[in-house]
């Protein structure tokens, strides 16, 4: 009976260490005393009100998503991707309106001192009365050549660069990261 005793362990409560009956909480595994059973009964019905309460709100942004799904914080990045690419464009737009405004007045004066040049020209060779069929042809190659590179000057073009400006988005999806509790 002597060995018997000696092998009974008294369990005491985690908390104040009291040898009196005692409860074992089978998701910490710790003994409690009644009175410290309840206290942590209570915690652990304040940590249940918190999961819920977190609960209840997320169910509340869910409804919100839905009824607004414009609004979510993806789709404003979006907006501003937009927004900025725009800006982007136009910027880039204007300067080259701004570029080929200067070289097309350069190139309009340039033709037009050629078009003084061959004016003056044609005026002398009509007062002199001094010229030929190979004098004609100069003459109205030259027109046709200042014509054509006013009409389209061959020293201006547009070009699209393979570089882009923009950077493009894309949405993707990595659906296996959502964690599956039950």
Same mark, same amino acid.
């Given at each position: 009976? =002597? @060995? $018997?005793a000696?092998?009974i362990?008294?369990? @005491?409560c985690?908390?104040?260490n /009291?040898?009196?009956t005692?409860?074992?909480?089978?998701?910490?595994?710790?003994? #409690?005393?009644?009175?410290?059973?309840?206290?942590?009964? +209570?915690?652990?019905?304040? =940590?249940?009100?918190?999961?819920?309460n977190?609960?209840? =709100?997320? =169910?509340q942004?869910?409804i919100?998503?839905? &009824?607004?799904?414009?609004n979510?914080?993806? $789709?404003?990045?979006?907006?501003?991707?937009?927004?900025?690419? !725009?800006?982007? !464009?136009? &910027?880039?737009?204007?300067?080259?309106r701004?570029?080929l $405004? /200067?070289l097309? +007045?350069?190139?309009?004066?340039d033709?037009?001192k050629? #078009?003084?040049?061959?004016?003056?020209?044609l /005026?002398?060779?009509?007062?002199? *009365?001094?010229? *030929?069929?190979?004098?004609?042809?100069? #003459?109205?190659l030259?027109?046709t +050549? !200042?014509?054509?590179?006013f009409?389209?000057?061959?020293?201006? %073009? !547009?070009r699209?660069?393979?570089q882009?400006?923009?950077n493009?988005?894309?949405?993707? %999806?990595?659906s296996? $990261? #959502?964690?599956?509790?039950?």
């Amino acid at each position: 009976l =002597q @060995q $018997m005793a000696a092998t009974i362990i008294k369990v @005491q409560c985690s908390i104040c260490n /009291k040898g009196n009956t005692t409860y074992i909480c089978r998701g910490c595994s710790k003994d #409690f005393c009644f009175q410290h059973l309840t206290e942590h009964r +209570q915690i652990l019905h304040r =940590q249940l009100d918190e999961i819920i309460n977190d609960h209840d =709100q997320f =169910q509340q942004t869910i409804i919100q998503q839905k &009824q607004n799904p414009l609004n979510s914080t993806l $789709m404003q990045q979006i907006d501003q991707w937009e927004k900025d690419s !725009i800006e982007k !464009i136009q &910027q880039t737009a204007q300067q080259c309106r701004e570029t080929l $405004m /200067k070289l097309t +007045q350069k190139s309009i004066n340039d033709i037009e001192k050629e #078009f003084i040049e061959l004016s003056q020209k044609l /005026k002398e060779i009509r007062e002199e *009365n001094e010229f *030929n069929e190979i004098d004609l042809k100069r #003459f109205q190659l030259k027109l046709t +050549q !200042i014509t054509k590179e006013f009409l389209q000057p061959s020293n201006i %073009s !547009i070009r699209q660069d393979s570089q882009e400006i923009i950077n493009k988005i894309s949405v993707i %999806s990595s659906s296996s $990261m #959502f964690i599956q509790l039950f």
